[in-house]
Each structure stands twice: as C-alpha cells, then as structure tokens.
C-alpha cells in the first residue's frame, strides 16, 4: 500500500509520461496506469479528474472535448511543449531521488 | 425495473451538491461513469450491479469535490460551501442573541428551569459534599495503609473488641505484625486543675505506642508514657484547663484522687477520624485502677495492628487465630468466635456489632447518592418536559435555519449550548442555595462543611456537576428539536415526525413521554411523602411505648465525689424542697445498661434457659415509687425489711414471662450464687432503644452505694407545675454543699430517652427535606406544563365558552390529565414506600404499622399540591373572556 502522499506526488510524472506518447482521455489514462504499473498504482478513479484540472491550469497540458463514434463525449488531453520541459525536470529529479535512496540503503560491508 | 438513464441523472445531481464540480467536470465523470459501466458489463454483470460497481469506482463525490476545491480556494483556511465551517462567531453571537432573547421573551418557564436546575444542584452539590467526607474518613494517617483494627466474628453477633493480651501477644508471635495498640474508652470522670474541674467524656486509654502507629501529632511535650500517672491533652483541652501557660509537668487531679501528670499535647483529633478523644491515659494505669477485665476471656479493648508493608491478609487472620487458641482464649476454644481484621479506612463505614462506637454506615452513603440523584432527576425532567413543550415556538426558527444551509449538528450544538447556558445562570443561585442550606444541613448531618470548602478542589467537581446536568438535561430536547423537518415547521404542520420511528416517535408525538416524566416525578415525590410519614410514625410510637410519667419531671445528677458516701443526707436535703416529689438512685442511667449476665438461677430453670441474659439493676428502695414504676405483684424493697440488702430481688415481667415462673412471688431467686427471694414483680419499663428487644431485669439493692456507684445517678422527681430553675438552685447548692470539686450538672430523663432516636430523627428531618424538594420542584414543572397547555388551546377554550361551556368544564378539561397522573404516581409508588419502609422497621422490635390512613394521606397531600399548582392556572384560562382570546381571528 503506497501512502496517499507519495502518491499524489507521483501523479504528475506518471500522468506527464503517459501523455508524452499521444493524446487520450481520463478513462483510457487510468487504465493504462494501472496496466502498466502491474496493479500497484491503483487510484481512486474519480481523483484524476483534479489533477488532470491542475495540469491544465499550470499549463502542462491542453484538452479538447471529442465526440466518439458511439456518440460518447470525451475530453481528450495532450502535452504541451511545458509539459514536455516539466517532464524533464520531474525525471531528473526524481532519478536523483532514487540514486540517493540507493546510496543510503547500500547494503554495508560484512551485512546482508 | 432498472433505469440507466434515470440513475445517472439522480447521480449528477447529487454531484451538484459540491459547488466546485462544475457542469464540465461532471459531464467528463459521467463519461468515466459510462466507460467503467460499459466494462463492468462486459464482464457479464447486471445493469443495476454495473452501475453500483460504476459509481464506487468513481470514489466518493465529496472526496472528488473536495479535490476540485483545493484547485479553486484562495485561502489555506478556506472550507467548501457544502461544508459547515469549522467555526463561525458570528453564528455563536446568533445562538447567543437568540438563547437570551428567548429566554426574555419566556422569561416564566425559564425562571422555572432555572430554579429546578438551581434546587436540583444545590441538592446534589449538598449530598456529594457529605458523600465525599464520609469517603475521606481516616486518610489522615501516614501508616494507614498497614493499620488493621483486630474485629471477633460471633456466633451470637460480631464484636469490635477484644482481650487484652492478645495485643502483645501478636506482635511477639506473628512475624508480620510490627506494632499493637489498644485502646479502651475511658467513662466519664472529672478532671480538675487547681479550682478548675469539668466532666471529661472522651477519653481513651491506651498503649504509649499510639502516638507512633497513628498520625495525631504531638504539639509539646514527648508523650512518653514512663510511669502510669501520665496524659496526654489535646490543644483545646489544655488550653481549658491551662489557658496559655504551659501545661507540661503540670498535675491534674482525676475524680479527686489520681494524679495526673501532662506528658504531652497532641493537636486535635481531625474531625474526620472513626475515633475522636480529647486526653489520652496510659492503659497501664487503667490496669492499676482495675477499670476493666485483663483475660483472655475478657473482650475490652479494640486493638489495632500494624503490619508490615508485605504480608496477607488471610495470613495474618490465620494466626491471629493460632496465637488465641495457644492462649486458650475461652470464645476461641468454645468456637464462640473468630478473630480477623478490618482495614482502617474500611472502619468508619463498616461498625461491627452493637458496642461499636457510633460510626456511619454504607447503607446512608448508597441512600443518600440515590436519593441526590432522585432530585437531579426531577429537575431535569422539569427541563425535558418543559424544552420539548415549547418545541413548536421554535420550530419556525429551526425550519429557517435549516433552509439557509445549517446541518443538524449545528441546531443540536445550539440547543446544547442553550441548555448549558440555563445550568450556568442556575449556578450561582444553587451555590446562594447551598449557602443558606450549609448551617441546617450541618446541624443535620453533625458535619462542619463551609463555603470556603467549595473554593478548592471542590469546584471542579462543582463545574462537573453543572456541566453534567447541562448535557443530560440538554441532549434530549437538543436532539428533539434539530429532527424537525424545515417544510413541516414552516408549513405549520405540527406535531412533525421526531426522532426514531415507528412506536417510539409515536409515544413523543402525544406528549406521552412528558406523561411518564410527570408520572415518575410525582411517583418520586409520594415515595419520599411516604417514607417521612412512615419515620414520624415510628418516632410517635417510640414515644408512646417509652416510659415516661404523665406529668411529673425526672431531674438525673451523677452520683460524684461524695454523694455516695453520703447520699442519706443529700437525699433528705433535697426533699426539703416542696416541689421534689422523690429521690431515688441506681447504678446507671435508666437508658444505659451497666450489667448483663447469665448468672442466674431460680426453680426449675430448664437447660436451654441457660443462654438467658438479663440486665441486673442495682436500686436503692425508692427507686420504683419514684420513677411511678408499678409493683404488680408482691412488694418493692423497703427499709421495714432489713434483709432486704442481702436477699430481696425484684423481677420485671418480662423476665418472669422469660424465667416461665408461676406465682413468682414468695419463690427463690440466685444472683451470681447469691441466694434470696424474689419479693416483688415490677411492671415491664422501656428505656433503651427499641432496635432490640425489652430485656428481663433482676433488681437488687445497693450494699454500699460509695464503691458500687462509679456510674450511678441520682433521680429527682419534680412535682408538675414547679419553676424548675428554682428547684435546680436548690438541688445545685445540695450538691455544693456536699461536694468539693466535683460540678454540677442534671439533665432530664425524658431528653436522655429521646436523645437515643437521635439518627431516626435525623432520617426523618432529612426525608421530610427532601419530599418537600421533590414536591416543590415537581409542582414547578407542572406549573410550566400547564401554563403553556393553557395558552396552546386559548383559541379552543374560547371558543368553547362562546358556545357555552362552563368554567368547571374548562377546568375538568385543563386539570383531568394532571389529576391522573397523580394518581397513577400513587399506585406506583405505594408499593415501593411500602417495601421500602417495611425493611427500615425491620430494624425495630415494636414496629409502627403502615396503615391505609398513610397512603391516603400522602396522595391526598401530593394531589391537594399538584391541584392548587394546575388550578391556578387553569382558573385563569378559564376564566378568561372568550373575546379577548377570539377577537383578532
């Protein structure tokens, strides 16, 4: 179980990476995450819609409404050249995160 | 039949709620909710089942609203409008304006709660103020955690005392046992300092290690108890006999000829100690003085252990009882009794047998919480009842506060407050209650509480007590009053739907709740009527079977110092006065029992009248004519009959009824193998208490009234119609002349018989106190109650007087309900007083009846009350012009 702060943290990275390969709409981005994430990241489904809302206002991302060929509306989000720039500082950021994680947590000489 | 497209409606526009979900944000979760309905489908599931799955994947909406806000907020502190806020004050200044404004605007019925409130604390604060200390008794010693007094559990009833060598005895053969002391209550004699002299009541004597095992501090002096003619004062006591010199090494003179030497001055024993004294002797002097039995078999002394701060209990009773049979304690042996222990601050609560010295007992602590909590009760009722009555006058102002936006809890928080606000204001009236209450209910209670008392600790528990009776008295018309639906209240359909449903609504809706509530108040009140009815019953019947002349006085004076030795000639110089009818002597105050024995034996005394216990008198030969004591058979002892010293016994009737002898008279008669007759029968007498039953009694004459009347009075009758001062000068300057040192004093048999009822007395005062509380506060419910059903139907009783109805109907119709309520209290508590009542006078031998004439006239009083508070008024109303009351319709 992931804590909710982490994992609200996380969300735009994630959110961000998936976006980067194409545009798509709320319902099709929650399942990709959880598909790609194996089922660990498993979020409350209506949560994404505020933080779609916040990307786009801190314009990282920009949405239009697509009408589907059964007649469903969806409002469909792609990245923006910010959102690719802020990408790029969230991974940086986080890889560093996680080599300094590696570096405390190396196993010390004489333990497991 | 599932409807998809009317779900999905009802289910946006339950997001509609959360201002933050704009009509974008919920047309893309209704998207959401459409594609996940779409694969739950595909699964195979249901169109209802689906769609439950749906909308839980979508999370809750407040969550997701709450979310969206965060985005929107301008302030860290902000809270979304479908929230009430954490805390608004303007809104407290509302509730604030609105309770005060109420509370002007029905400034009667609050009056009402406020004084019920105000009764009822006062009431309880009294009641755990008394609680309370008699909890705290004996927490002053700092060893008295380890202090067990040593108690004999007997075939034939429990015993505080006990021999005098077990004392020593446990602490040289019980490893767990570090320290003893015993203590004997000393009777009373006259000290004297020089010319000063009083009679001492309180003294004890005891082992020098008293002043070690128990914590009463010594001011001066060491204490030390090296030689037997020693004592130790308290502060007030050498202050009275010293003033400000000091006392140590000074010499008081007890009864004339022991010297006492003042080893030391300890402070005054607390008033919350289970034994009180004001001088110490040492018990070596006792000893030496031959005042008590010293054997193994001689159960004298209360004696206190110490034990050390490891041991059982069990341990110690067990040899406690091993080093009494080593002893051959005879009780033990015979397996008359067991020894075992009681804890020190078990002591005040628990007495043990009936020569404890008076302490309290559990049963008044349990009586008296119970009953403070009756009172309580009642005043809240009072406040229930009279809430929710006037729940309509506020239903408009709940149902507007609920159409603006106020959820549930806010009108229950408001209510709550307005109840605690009515328990503040009746504070400080309970506390001027209290105040004037304090002196009578000292009085009552012999206790020394003051106001001063309540500025500790004590208000804490004070503020707990108000804030307690707020809440309770509070939750329900808070709970009541915020269930009332805004469309209704404004509407003006009223009586709404309430709290609950189904029965329980029901009930509230008619008022039967406000029916029982009055019900058990009244019920409550009756009890208490009862009960004191049924004490002053009894107490009437004491003083009817106690014996006591018709209309002469009898004047009792200790026989002190000389009287004794010379008390022919103080007996002739009394009698010189016209208006002293008698005088005769006996060995100890008619009331007081000075010898009980089994020693005794006559013809034919069967082997189970071997445990036959009676009371042996000594009397000199006036005794029976001047206390008008009838001989019913035989003759009274008399100076014409020489022998009568050595061999005359008079009996009572009981003991004859007892002895089973007939023709007693003329029949021999043994004292302690003292052979005689018995020469006369003297009628049956009571003067001891009547919690046990009249005893047979052998009277026998003094031989030599100066060694055998430690504790003997004199008994002066006065002619009726007599100035008593005189007569008391006259028998006062007698005395002066007679005796030295020894003071003066009398009392009056009558008062020293009455006194002996002094507890049920008390019971008495304190049940009639308290009926006339439950009365008083119950009556000012139903005042309330009926004022606001008066005024609710002012339309109807007008209108039925326009159409002709006479004042004694719009009576019948006003008061009916009440009346029934009453009576039906009646019914119910009868038969509670009546059990109640009946174990009380378990306790006595002669037994007041409860008769029919009680109940009657406790209902009859509780009813004339409840109908003189509902008449008044109901006549009002009643009376009142119709036009008046119909005129601006």
């Known amino acids: ?112 | 039949m599932f409807d998809l497209k009317k779900a999905v409606s009802d289910w946006k526009r339950s997001l509609r709620k959360y201002e933050s979900l704009e009509d974008g944000a919920i047309a893309e979760l209704e998207s959401h909710l459409l594609d996940e309905f779409d694969r739950q489908k595909g699964k195979g599931l249901s169109d209802e089942e689906a769609f439950t799955k749906a909308v839980a994947a979508v999370g809750r909406p407040e969550e997701v609203g709450g979310e969206y806000f965060k985005d929107s907020r301008r302030s860290a502190l902000a809270v979304p409008s479908w929230k009430r806020s954490r805390f608004s004050p303007a809104l407290l200044l509302n509730f604030l304006k609105v309770a005060l404004r109420t509370f002007r605007r029905q400034a009667g019925y609050s009056l009402i709660n406020v004084l019920g409130l105000a009764i009822g604390m006062a009431c309880s604060l009294l009641i755990v103020l008394w609680v309370r200390d008699e909890l705290d008794f004996d927490r002053f010693h700092r060893n008295g955690k380890d202090i067990y007094r040593v108690i004999a559990l007997g075939k034939q009833g429990n015993d505080c005392n006990s021999p005098a060598p077990l004392a020593p005895a446990v602490v040289a053969e019980i490893p767990e046992v570090i320290a003893a002391v015993r203590i004997g209550n000393v009777p009373r004699v006259v000290l004297q300092y020089e010319k000063q002299a009083f009679y001492e009541d309180n003294g004890i004597a005891a082992d020098p290690t008293v002043f070690r095992m128990f914590s009463f501090p010594l001011l001066r002096g060491d204490g030390s108890f090296d030689a037997p003619d020693r004592i130790v004062l308290s502060a007030s006591l050498a202050r009275k006999y010293f003033g400000n010199d000091d006392p140590i090494g000074k010499t008081l003179l007890a009864e004339g000829r022991v010297p006492l030497k003042v080893a030391g001055v300890m402070a005054d024993v607390p008033r919350q100690s289970h034994f009180r004294f004001d001088y110490v002797i040492p018990l070596k002097l006792a000893e030496a003085l031959d005042m008590w039995g010293m054997q193994w078999g001689d159960f004298n002394f209360r004696t206190y252990i110490q034990a050390r701060p490891q041991r059982s209990e069990a341990e110690i009773i067990r040899k406690l009882n091993q080093v009494a049979l080593a002893h051959r304690c005879p009780q033990v042996i015979h397996k008359m009794a067991v020894f075992s222990i009681q804890r020190l601050r078990d002591i005040y609560l628990h007495p043990i047998g009936p020569y404890d010295i008076p302490l309290s007992s559990k049963t008044y602590v349990y009586f008296f919480s119970f009953i403070a909590l009756l009172i309580a009760l009642i005043a809240g009722i009072n406040f229930i009842n009279l809430s929710t009555a006037r729940a309509e006058k506020r239903a408009k102002e709940i149902g507007l506060r609920k159409v603006i936006g106020a959820d549930r809890s806010q009108i229950v928080a408001q209510f709550f407050g307005e109840s605690l606000l009515i328990t503040l204001l009746s504070l400080p009236l309970a506390l001027a209650m209290v105040g004037i209450a304090l002196p009578h209910f000292n009085e009552l209670t012999g206790k020394e509480f003051s106001l001063r008392l309540l500025s500790s600790d004590l208000a804490v528990s004070l503020a707990g007590i108000a804030s307690l009776v707020g809440l309770l008295a509070g939750v329900f018309p808070a709970l009541y009053l915020s269930a009332i639906q805004p469309a209704q209240a404004v509407r003006g359909t009223l009586p709404f739907r309430l709290i609950g449903k189904g029965q329980a609504a029901g009930w509230v809706k008619h008022g039967a709740l406000r029916r029982i509530l009055v019900t058990l108040q009244f019920t409550i009140a009756i009890t208490l009527i009862v009960a004191t009815l049924a004490v002053g019953g009894q107490l009437r019947l004491i003083q009817e079977k106690s014996w006591r002349l018709d209309r002469d006085q009898i004047l009792t004076v200790p026989i002190k110092e000389n009287i004794g030795r010379q008390y022919d000639l103080f007996r002739g110089e009394l009698l010189k006065h016209p208006a002293i009818a008698n005088v005769a002597a006996k060995d100890c105050l008619p009331t007081e029992v000075e010898n009980n024995t089994t020693g005794v034996s006559w013809e034919g005394k069967t082997e189970d009248q071997n445990t036959l216990v009676m009371e042996t008198i000594r009397v000199d030969e006036n005794y029976f004519s001047t206390m008008g004591m009838e001989i019913v058979a035989g003759r009274g002892f008399s100076k014409a009959f020489p022998g009568d010293k050595e061999t005359a016994y008079v009996l009572n009737e009981q003991a004859v009824s007892k002895a089973g002898l007939q023709d007693a008279v003329g029949k021999p008669f043994a004292l302690y193998r003292q052979r005689g007759t018995i020469v006369g029968i003297v009628q049956n007498a009571i003067f001891q208490t009547m919690r046990q039953e009249l005893r047979p009694q052998v009277f026998h004459l003094f031989r030599d009234m100066a060694t055998e009347s430690f504790k003997g009075v004199a008994l002066i009758r006065i002619k009726a119609g007599q100035r008593l001062a005189a007569v008391i000068d006259h028998v006062r300057g007698v005395w002066h002349g007679i005796n030295a040192y020894a003071p003066f004093e009398f009392h009056f048999l009558d008062q020293q018989i009455d006194a002996q009822y002094g507890s049920e007395r008390r019971l008495g005062k304190l049940f009639a106190a308290f009926a006339l509380l439950a009365i008083l506060i119950s009556c000012l419910g139903l005042l309330g109650l009926v004022a606001f059903t008066a005024e609710q139907r002012t339309k109807e009783i007008g209108i039925r007087k326009a159409l002709g109805a006479s004042v004694p109907r719009i009576l019948n119709l006003l008061c009916r309900e009440y009346l029934l309520l009453v009576i039906l209290a009646n019914g119910i508590a009868w038969p509670i007083a009546t059990i109640a009542m009946r174990r009380w006078l378990q306790g006595f031998v002669y037994r007041a009846s409860i008769g029919a004439e009680l109940f009657l006239l406790s209902g009859l009083s509780a009813m004339a009350i409840a109908l003189l508070t509902v008449g008044f008024q109901a006549i009002r109303a009643a009376r009142a012009n119709p036009v008046d009351s119909l005129r601006y319709e």
């Open chain 1, 1 to 112: 179980m992931i804590p909710k702060a982490l994992m609200a943290a996380s969300t735009k990275p994630i959110i961000l990476t998936i976006l980067k390969s194409g545009e798509d709409y709320g319902y099709n981005i929650i399942q990709r995450v959880k598909e790609m994430s194996g089922g660990t990241l498993d979020w409350s489904d209506g949560m994404l819609y505020p933080v779609l809302q916040r990307l786009e206002k801190e314009n990282l991302i920009a949405s239009q409404w697509i009408v589907s060929e059964e007649g469903r509306h969806r409002k469909y989000y792609k990245i923006t050249k910010a959102g690719r720039e802020a990408l790029v500082r969230e991974m940086a950021q986080w890889q560093s995160m996680i080599k300094a994680l590696n570096l405390i947590w190396k196993p010390l000489p004489g333990t497991e």
